[in-house]
């Protein structure tokens, strides 16, 4: 599945991080707003997501979501849904702080960089190439897919979550 490219807004930085999580190609920044976000996006061939009605004026013939909710839930459903794309397909691939995607690594190569507690209890680890930031699955990953259910999005794999 080729994966949606984004530019979000400053002012909603959740639905950035979510996005992220979901393993969307998204720049976001305290300093990406009005006419900056809607460079990036000409540039980079992004669809911008906003709340602005200037920038919703502004960026004319580019592709644009107006976000319309206040709560990120529904903003990330009304995402989902206008760009078509399966919130699962590509799930933690992706850093949540830089937005580089990330890369498994060897078990022995997070000892130093991980709590005890996660390393001797998770055997798969991947690691952020840019910004080292080291990614385990643990109660969070948990908490994302259950939130994503809650919105009615279905895994399209029937395995039962909390298998290792
Ligand atoms: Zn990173």
């Not at 602005?52 to 849904?81: G, Y």
């Not at 699955?137 to 897919?145: F, L, P, Q």
Request: charged letters at 25%.
């Amino acid at each position: 599945m080729i994966a949606q490219r984004f530019a979000v807004d400053k002012m909603l930085g959740r639905l950035a991080t979510w996005l992220r999580l979901l393993g969307q190609d998204t720049i976001y920044g305290s300093h990406l707003g009005g006419g900056t976000l809607i460079r990036r996006a000409r540039n980079e061939g992004r669809t911008i997501l906003t709340r602005d009605h200037r920038a919703l004026r502004a960026a004319r013939e580019l592709p644009l979501v107006f976000i319309v909710s206040n709560d990120f839930r529904e903003q990330l459903r009304q995402v989902i849904d206008a760009c078509r794309f399966d919130p699962f397909a590509q799930l933690f691939s992706r850093c949540t702080r830089c937005n580089t995607p990330v890369s498994a690594v060897p078990k022995a190569d997070v000892a130093e960089r991980v709590p005890p507690y996660v390393f001797e209890t998770q055997q798969r680890f991947a690691c952020c190439s840019r910004c080292g930031r080291v990614y385990w699955a643990g109660t969070h990953d948990a908490r994302v897919r259950e939130q994503l259910r809650a919105l009615g999005y279905t895994e399209p794999s029937a395995t039962v979550p909390g298998g290792d």
